[in-house]
């Protein structure tokens, strides 16, 4: 017999096999509510194998575990019998999904079984969470109406420090040292573009996946925009990414100094804010009108003024970023750093209320722990 869930201990178990502290969508839409949801006093950790299954337990799974490119097809099919068995000893099931997977564009092996594993998890999910309104809305329409849907943004990263890092790791560590070396390589860089009278711009993120468009590929659809943009003003564009031989391929001879500099969780955040005004350009597509605000939140909350390509996400935003006509905005941000510093304040001040990780850690609270 099931026992009720007022019974038993409410507890909630993120079911994923190989936590990487790496991947951004585990830090904002795992780690970080799991953090605030500890200090709240809730029982809320990883799943571990031999814990009780009951009604007072729910557990997460992220949509992206049953892909391909997360784990293998054996791993995946697991993980998907695990929850269903799950449901039939009472316990609540939740999955979190950050992209929209069925904006896949070209041919991967143990896709089609990926997306079929994704329906069967959303057939037993009591809901599912999604990061935008916009992706909620696709996966409605991909798996019926009778499909809860509750939406939750990502919330603010300030920091990437993680459990694992003691003092003697961070201080004897030599790749942190390597990584402090390039990043001082790139502030001696800055620093004489500065005397050149040249505005530091970034562009920051994953150089792409191998299932839709996007990633650093899009600042090459700004090129005319930058190189009009300096010939009037002169400026300077750092890229923050994770593939060397993508920039050598495509962003040379470009008349303005462009410097590489390798993603490391360890850097990343003091690099950014050595620049004053971030690029968020996106190609329009099924999979990018999907995606969440959290490089817009992130560039604001680092205090970046943010140049973007609209998105559906980025709505709520549209009174403290510059969006879209790249050169008139870009401009405006350079000659006038006083409404740029303005708009900055702002936007930090918007971006602490609407995305503090206690308001989003709160709406998970609701998910997870809700009497209804």
């Avoid at 299954?53 to 293998?72: H, K, M």
């Avoid at 316990?91 to 997977?101: G, I, K, M, W």
Wanted: with cysteine; net charge positive.
């Amino acid at each position: 017999m099931i026992e009720s869930q007022s019974q038993c201990e409410r507890r909630v178990r993120w079911v994923i096999p190989n936590p990487n502290p790496r991947s951004a969508s585990l830090r904002y839409r795992c780690l970080y509510p799991m953090e605030e949801l500890k200090k709240a006093g809730r029982s809320i950790g990883f799943w571990k194998e031999g814990e009780s299954i009951d009604a007072g337990l729910t557990l997460v799974f992220e949509a992206w575990s049953v892909f391909p490119t997360v784990n293998p097809l054996s791993t995946a099919e697991a993980l998907v019998i695990f929850a269903e068995q799950a449901v039939l000893k009472g316990a609540r099931v939740v999955v979190d999904n950050c992209d929209n997977q069925f904006a896949c564009s070209t041919e991967i092996d143990g896709w089609s079984s990926g997306l079929e594993f994704l329906r069967r998890l959303a057939g037993i999910a009591q809901v599912m969470v999604c990061c935008s309104n916009a992706l909620g809305e696709e996966m409605r329409r991909q798996f019926g109406e009778n499909l809860k849907i509750q939406v939750i943004d990502d919330g603010l990263e300030s920091s990437l420090l993680l459990e694992s890092d003691s003092f003697w790791k961070r201080v004897l560590s030599p790749t942190r040292k390597l990584a402090w070396l390039w990043a001082l390589h790139l502030l001696i860089w800055l620093g004489f573009n500065r005397v050149g009278k040249r505005t530091p711009l970034v562009w920051f993120g994953s150089h792409g996946n191998p299932f839709a468009n996007g990633g650093m590929l899009d600042l090459k659809g700004k090129a005319e925009v930058l190189i009009e943009l300096n010939s009037r003003y002169p400026i300077s564009l750092t890229i923050i990414s994770n593939n060397r031989k993508k920039f050598d391929s495509n962003f040379q001879g470009w008349p303005f100094p462009i410097h590489y500099i390798e993603w490391n969780r360890v850097t990343f955040h003091s690099i950014l804010r050595w620049h004053q005004i971030a690029l968020i350009p996106s190609v329009d597509n099924e999979f990018t009108r999907c995606k969440s605000s959290n490089r817009l939140t992130l560039a604001a909350f680092h205090g970046l003024a943010v140049v973007a390509d609209p998105m559906p996400a980025y709505l709520p935003y549209n009174s403290v970023i510059a969006n879209g006509d790249w050169l008139t905005n870009l401009e405006r941000l350079i000659i006038c750093p006083g409404e740029r510093e303005k708009l900055v304040a702002k936007a930090r001040d918007f971006v602490c209320q609407r995305n503090a990780k206690e308001l989003i850690a709160s709406q998970w609270d609701g998910v997870f722990f809700s009497k209804k």
